[in-house]
């Protein structure tokens, strides 16, 4: 390639992401913008375009100098129908800077290169004075490993509009993603105006305010209702032609492929309550609160196949890309089950159930997308009942899927749950873990794994409801997947990449994008002591100020700065938070801090437990204290037997727990559905929420006596799973000591 580059780490002057191929720092003085610079471009490529209007908008400087100091050169390579496309060659020297190039990408990705090695205020809207402009001298040569490199928005459950889109395409340029996979419709409304089906954005653009505070009720996803125009409390919105045509010609300017998702024959409930006749007989009715599930297409209605090529016509009017995704996921087959049509059309097709119908629906909009001159693409349920012959496979469901579909020599694009879905928890999906991703599946051939073109992330919107939420759940794990997706495998380094995503925060600040910061890590939730105590979070090596408040109110950027011990002699609680140099603020830890509370008298071994009976599916703990209890008694333990025989549940342990020595006691409450343990009014684990068979931990300093004891926890119905341990100082974990439980006698 070039010279003989280093491909090692990145050195820390360079936070490039994702990292270059090969790079090397050649130890010339810096080149610099000025007024002076010239850019010189026979071929006029948009890159250079973009370059000028970069340092037009944040530099005040046109590029249109004498250039006999200072010139930036574009050209293609000379074989460069040769090399492989969206490569380039970059050289800076102190009065050149030269940009080689196999197609116009390559030279896009160039200027993506160049603004990360120029100062993070080149992403300022306007001129900035008094900044040296100035690029280090490198020496790069670079291209992606993989041809698809993606982002999924799903606009439908919530909407977001057309400037908030093109700052998404501007941070994919700058991260060389290349392709946006739009998810326009689905059962939270239908997002694009189709001029042949009004109703479409007329009545599934939009949903009722059902109520109650999001996320139970406000404009939630669940519980959809639709309504007319009329409606005055009423979500959502709709991109029209015109500006669907703005969104794909920005994203074209920025090497982006626009690929529009159209749900079919599923998630279609925006389309059904706009034109109940797509439906199949013997459904519900679709436009009442709660009935979310009538979202199929009837499959053996003409209708619906007419309905929805004639939607595909606009659409491929709109967006050139060569594929279109037809979703055709989690498609609820029992509809067609219960259809006179559906069952006329398997019999006279000679299918052999439900599947193979949906793969004849999908297999139609295959050859419809082809004879245009198109590629489908669905996720991996269209490998079900038969893959269509020119259909591509989204693997999500793990990488079965798409294992299956490259082994069948189809081309796939990976984005299982497991690494690539950014609207799940931190928690879940942590940076790191995106990091350790690897999309070309080990079961694969080499011939084989060529047929995994690259991979995406996706950002699906249930739970997501406004533009600042979005863009944390995708920063700073968009990073890690961008580097997943273009530098070699060979140079995944997690220290290289820690370091320069440390530094490419600034650069989010400048961009405006809001990003996740980890929550400051705390030796312990709370503290009961005597006197005084001094407390401390752990230190860990990140980008951020450290601040905290010692009144329990929330940390802010004027807060005073943690840089050792705080101590602390009354009864407070301390809150921590890491705020970023551009003034964001991440999630607090806190530490109750309590006096420890007087003995206790008139105690008995055991806990009192209450239990309650509830109606409704809570998301959260119920409030124990409002509602009446069904029964109560006294037992040694807790645990799942103490529950009551009902389908949905509530069961809260009372009394006293006693710490013999001094130390760190840890917690661990395992439970389905939620969970919380409190030491005097200190929540020591909180594992509220619905969800399956989860472990949390929480760890407390006590001095030796007693302490109230609370467990609460609730169930909505399914497994009945709750257990609690301790480790109690220089002990191992195991079940509570029924020693060590007391309650007070009535
Ligand atoms: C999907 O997450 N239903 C593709
Ligand atoms: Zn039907």
Not at 56 to 73: E, F, I
Not at 269 to 295: F, H, I, R, W
Not at 590 to 619: M, N
Request: net charge negative; proline share 7%.
């Amino acid at each position: 390639m070039l010279l003989g580059l280093m491909a090692a780490s990145l050195p820390l002057a360079s936070s490039i992401i994702p990292a270059p191929v090969e790079y090397r720092a050649t130890g010339q003085a810096p080149f610099r913008f000025t007024a002076e610079t010239k850019v010189v471009d026979a071929q006029g490529t948009n890159a250079s375009k973009r370059l000028k209007e970069m340092l037009a908008r944040s530099a005040g400087l046109a590029l249109v100098g004498p250039g006999k100091t200072s010139q930036v050169v574009f050209r293609p390579k000379s074989d460069a129908k040769k090399l492989r496309p969206d490569w380039y060659w970059l050289k800076v020297s102190p009065g050149e800077i030269l940009i080689e190039y196999s197609t116009e990408a390559g030279a896009f990705y160039a200027v993506q290169t160049l603004r990360q090695l120029l100062p993070d205020e080149v992403e300022s809207n306007k001129p900035v004075k008094g900044i040296d402009w100035r690029v280090p001298s490198v020496e790069i040569a670079d291209g992606p490993r993989f041809a698809w490199r993606g982002m999924m928005l799903d606009e439908s459950r919530h909407f977001f509009g057309v400037e908030f889109v093109k700052r998404q395409l501007d941070r994919m340029a700058l991260l060389k993603q290349n392709v946006f996979h739009w998810h326009l419709t689905d059962d939270g409304g239908w997002r694009i105006e189709i001029k042949k089906y009004p109703n479409l954005t007329k009545t599934g653009a939009w949903r009722l305010d059902t109520g109650g505070v999001w996320p139970s009720g406000g404009w939630n996803y669940e519980n959809v209702q639709f309504v007319g125009e009329k409606h005055p409390k009423r979500y959502g919105g709709y991109y029209t032609q015109a500006q669907i045509k703005e969104i794909v010609r920005y994203a074209a300017d920025r090497h982006i492929t626009v690929v529009p998702e159209i749900e079919m024959p599923g998630h279609a409930l925006a389309a059904t309550v706009s034109y109940p006749e797509l439906l199949c007989e013997n459904v519900p009715a679709a436009d009442k609160p709660g009935k979310t599930v009538s979202n199929v297409l009837c499959a053996g209605n003409d209708l619906s196949v007419k309905f929805m090529e004639e939607v595909l016509d606009e659409v491929l009017a709109l967006f050139p890309s060569t594929f279109v995704h037809v979703g055709a996921d989690e498609v609820l087959k029992t509809f067609w089950k219960n259809c006179p049509k559906c069952q006329a059309r398997i019999k006279d097709h000679g299918l052999k159930n439900e599947e193979e119908l949906q793969s004849w629906f999908v297999r139609h909009f295959d050859a419809y997308l082809a004879k245009k001159g198109r590629r489908l693409v669905g996720w991996d349920e269209i490998l079900e009942g038969g893959l269509a012959p020119g259909a591509t496979v989204m693997s999500w469901r793990g990488t079965s899927g798409g294992i299956a579909a490259a082994k069948a020599g189809r081309d796939v694009v990976m984005s299982p749950t497991s690494h690539c879905y950014f609207d799940y928890s931190y928690q879940a999906i942590s940076t790191e873990h995106v990091y350790s991703w690897e999309p070309v599946p080990t079961q694969l051939s080499p011939e084989e794994g060529a047929r995994v073109m690259g991979g995406q992330y996706n950002v699906w919107t249930e739970w997501i409801p406004d533009a600042r939420k979005c863009e944390r759940m995708q920063y700073p794990r968009a990073l890690a997947m961008a580097e997943v997706l273009w530098s070699p495998a060979g140079h995944r380094d997690p220290t290289s990449f820690r370091e320069r995503a440390n530094q490419f925060y600034r650069r989010l600040d400048a961009l405006g994008a809001a990003y996740t910061m980890p929550i400051p890590e705390v030796p312990f939730s709370a503290v009961f002591f005597e006197g005084s105590v001094s407390v401390r979070p752990l230190e860990e090596a990140v980008p951020f100020n450290l601040r905290y408040t010692t009144d329990g109110s929330q940390p802010t950027a004027k807060s005073p700065v943690c840089e050792g011990d705080v101590s602390v002699d009354r009864n407070t609680t301390l809150s921590f938070a890491y705020v970023s140099a551009g003034g964001q603020i991440g999630d607090v830890a806190r530490i109750d801090c309590r006096p420890r509370p007087a003995p206790p008298t008139g105690l008995a071994t055991g806990l009192s437990v209450s239990r309650y009976l509830i109606s409704g599916t809570p998301r959260s703990m119920p409030d124990f204290h409002q509602m009446e209890e069904h029964d109560r008694f006294v037992v040694p333990a807790v645990d799942a037997e103490t529950r009551p025989r009902a389908e949905k549940f509530g069961v809260v342990w009372d009394g006293y727990f006693e710490a013999i020595e001094p130390g760190l006691y840890t917690f661990w409450l395992t439970s389905d559905d939620g969970s919380r343990l409190w030491l005097e009014d200190a929540l020591v684990v909180d594992n509220d929420g619905p969800h399956a068979a989860v472990e949390k931990a929480g760890a407390v300093l006590l001095l030796p006596g007693k302490y109230r004891l609370r467990v609460e926890w609730f169930d909505q119905g399914g497994a009945n799973t709750l257990k609690l341990e301790m480790a109690a100082p220089g002990d191992d974990r195991g079940p509570v000591p029924a020693n060590l439980l007391f309650h007070r006698q009535p």
